[in-house]
C-alpha cells in the first residue's frame, strides 16, 4: 500500500455552509451535506462559472467533514503549475477529498492515469470525492476514456448564479455576519457602480466595514458614496 504523503491545506475559516448565501442553490448545498455526512451521493462535480461559490462550497464540505470527525482534503488545481502526480498517492485514505478546478489535468496523460486510479481506490473505500469545474464533465478535453466516463459517475450539479435581488440579499446576509448592518438601497447602488463579481463586493464590504468602525457611523448611502468617493480620489 503507498504510504500517504504529509499533505497539508489551508482551511478558510469564513467558507463554511453556514456563510454560504444560497440563493436558488439550497438543493445543491443539500446534496453536498448529505454526501459528506455518508448518506447522500459518493461522488459529486459541481460546475458553474467563476465566482459562484464553487471553492466555498468544496471548503465548506471540509469544514462539515472536520466537524464530523472525518478527514478531508481540498487542494485547487487552477492558477498554478500542476504537482507531481504522486501527490494522489495515498490519498485514498482520505474520507472526503475535494478536489477544485479539474481542468488543467485534462491532456496530462501522467496526470489523468494518477487520477483514474485514485478514483478507483477512493471508490473501493466508499470514501467520497467532490470535484468542480467551470463546464459540465463531457466539456472537459480529458483524453483517456475511463476517466472521462468514471467524471460522469455519481451526481453532476450546476450551480446557478445569483440574481439581482439575490445579490443584494447576499450583500446583507454578507455584511450581517461580519457584524454591521448594509441597507438594501445601498446593496442596489454598489451592484449598479461596481464590480458585480462576489469575491469583489466581499473585498469592498471588508473595506466598507473599516471605514464604518474608523468613523464610528452606520453605512447610510449617503456615506457609502462618500467613503467610495474618497477612496476613488486617492
Partial sequence: MAQQLPLHFEFRANQTFNDFFPGSN???????QQCVAG?????????GKSGQG???LLQACC???QNQNLSSFYFDLANRKLPDPLMLDGLDQCDVVCFDNIEPIAGNAAWELAFFNFFNQQRE?????IVSASSAPNDIAIQLPDLRT???????????PLTDSDRISALIFKADQMGFEIAPQA????????????ASLWA????????SLAAKRKLTLPFLKQILNDDSHD
Fill in 63 to 65: 469544514h462539515q467533514a
Fill in 125 to 129: 473505500r466508499c470514501h467520497k470525492l
Fill in 26 to 32: 439550497q438543493e445543491i448545498v443539500a446534496h453536498l
Fill in 187 to 198: 446593496g442596489r447602488f454598489l451592484l449598479t457602480h461596481y464590480d458585480r463579481d462576489l
Fill in 150 to 160: 468514471r467524471l460522469n459517475w455519481g451526481l453532476t450539479l450546476k450551480i446557478q
Fill in 54 to 56: 464553487k471553492t466555498h
Fill in 39 to 47: 448518506v447522500g451521493e459518493q461522488q459529486i462535480f459541481l460546475w
Fill in 204 to 211: 469592498l464590504l471588508e473595506k466598507l466595514d473599516r471605514a
